[in-house]
């Protein structure tokens, strides 16, 4: 029988949350030109409000920290405005969010840039391909950026934490997982720098580290996550060493006081990664809150938190699916079927229109 952990409150840093289930971030590619946030978001999160915690869809920290089409960004007054419509439905609604602050790095594409390559650490690059506004089309060799740039990129993740302040969001989540920019400088297979921001992991880790610091000074270290998926091979990840690696980022993250790590790392389901898990290892390492993601059900969710491996479960396609899942967990209901065709497309549908348990429809 379930001893119902999910259900209690936890602190993560200065985020008082009111149970142990976060809506894990999801790009859904509905936002309006100009990288503005759809006002169908609002309604969107603030249906699923319920959660301990709301991490939003990756948002774009400028121009050229984009890859994908109609994504948010968090770099104007205008974006953090339109934000302000999400944010304040979400406070209405009782619930809590922060913004994943998102530079795409190499996984970006020269239509998005008037020609002009994507950035990245190392001119390597990734396997797969993305959709851009002329279709989709193979990753290419990005540009190595050069060493005085870095304080450029730090800039542009500062200036899109303030503008989520003033987007009235709770607080931010880096995206350091998933084979973006942050990640791609952390993983030896995507970084093979001679400056100080390659080579040796103390290298390796200095620009997602300098971005941290950035951030702590605009919100606060109670106030700052960091995403991380330490198995993840997406668009040809990999790293010689990842339990010395993310063991690294994890003691220097912990040692700045931040309000959590999010460790992207499948239990089960279709991103199930092989191999050795490396989040059970950076339990001892980090200092804060810990939150555990990828293919949790109400069971394997209880368990780790009732076994302490983890604080929190960041859910993704069940709660996208299921705007009231904690109450559909505490009562053992069923839950909605996912549509796969509607992740990335449809407007309302597949977004605003999935049923709670009370709907009429449901
Ligand atoms: C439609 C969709 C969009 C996603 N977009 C993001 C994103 O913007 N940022 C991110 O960190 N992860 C993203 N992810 C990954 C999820 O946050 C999560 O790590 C993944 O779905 C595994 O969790 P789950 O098994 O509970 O769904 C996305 C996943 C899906 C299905």
């Given at each position: 029988m379930s001893t119902r952990?999910?259900?209690?409150?936890?602190?993560?840093?200065?985020?008082?949350?009111?149970?142990?289930?976060?809506?894990?971030?999801?790009?859904?590619?509905?936002?309006?030109?100009?990288?503005?946030?759809?006002?169908?978001?609002?309604?969107?999160?603030?249906?699923?409000?319920?959660?301990?915690l709301l991490i939003s869809e990756g948002t774009q920290v400028s121009p050229q920290g984009?890859?994908?089409?109609?994504?948010?960004?968090?770099?104007?007054?205008?974006?953090?405005?339109?934000?302000?419509?999400?944010?304040?439905?979400?406070?209405?609604?009782?619930?809590?969010?922060?913004?994943?602050?998102?530079?795409?790095?190499?996984?970006?594409?020269?239509?998005?840039?008037?020609?002009?390559?994507?950035?990245?650490?190392?001119?390597?690059?990734?396997?797969?391909e993305v959709f851009t506004p002329?279709?989709?089309?193979?990753?290419?060799?990005?540009?190595?950026?050069?060493?005085?740039?870095?304080?450029?990129?730090?800039?542009?993740?500062?200036?899109?934490?303030?503008?989520?302040?003033?987007?009235?969001?709770?607080?931010v989540e880096l995206h350091g997982a998933n084979g973006y920019l942050l990640d791609q400088f952390l993983r030896d297979g995507s970084n093979v720098r001679t400056d100080a921001y390659g080579g040796a992991i103390e290298n390796r880790a200095r620009l997602p580290l300098e971005v941290v610091d950035a951030v702590i000074g605009v919100w606060g270290a109670g106030r700052v996550g960091y995403k991380i998926s330490p198995t993840a091979s997406i668009f040809g990840m990999e790293d010689s060493d990842p339990a010395a690696t993310f063991g690294y980022l994890a003691d220097e993250l912990s040692r700045r006081g931040i309000a959590y790590l999010h460790v992207a790392e499948a239990v089960a389901g279709p991103r199930l990664a092989p191999g050795p898990r490396i989040a059970p290892g950076l339990r001892s390492r980090f200092g804060g809150a810990l939150i555990v993601n990828g293919g949790y059900d109400f069971a394997s969710g209880e368990a780790a938190v009732a076994s302490g491996e983890a604080d929190f479960i960041a859910y993704g396609v069940p709660f996208l699916a299921n705007p009231d899942l904690p109450e559909r967990f505490r009562r053992g209901a069923s839950l909605n079927e996912p549509d796969p065709n509607t992740f990335y497309a449809g407007e309302e549908k597949g977004y605003t229109d999935y049923p709670a348990l009370g709907d009429a429809s449901a």
């Open positions: 952990v999910l259900f209690t409150p936890h602190a993560a840093g200065d985020l008082a949350l009111p149970n142990r289930l976060v809506l894990s971030p999801m790009t859904r590619s509905r936002a309006l030109p100009g990288g503005l946030a759809n006002p169908l978001a609002a309604t969107y999160y603030a249906q699923r409000a319920s959660a301990g984009v890859g994908y089409i109609r994504t948010p960004g968090i770099h104007s007054a205008a974006q953090a405005a339109a934000w302000a419509v999400v944010t304040e439905a979400v406070h209405a609604a009782g619930g809590r969010i922060v913004a994943q602050l998102w530079h795409v790095g190499r996984i970006s594409h020269p239509d998005f840039h008037d020609g002009a390559l994507p950035v990245a650490p190392s001119a390597i690059a990734g396997v797969g002329e279709g989709r089309k193979a990753l290419v060799t990005p540009r190595a950026l050069e060493t005085h740039e870095m304080a450029g990129i730090v800039e542009q993740f500062r200036e899109a934490a303030t503008q989520a302040k003033a987007a009235g969001f709770d607080g």
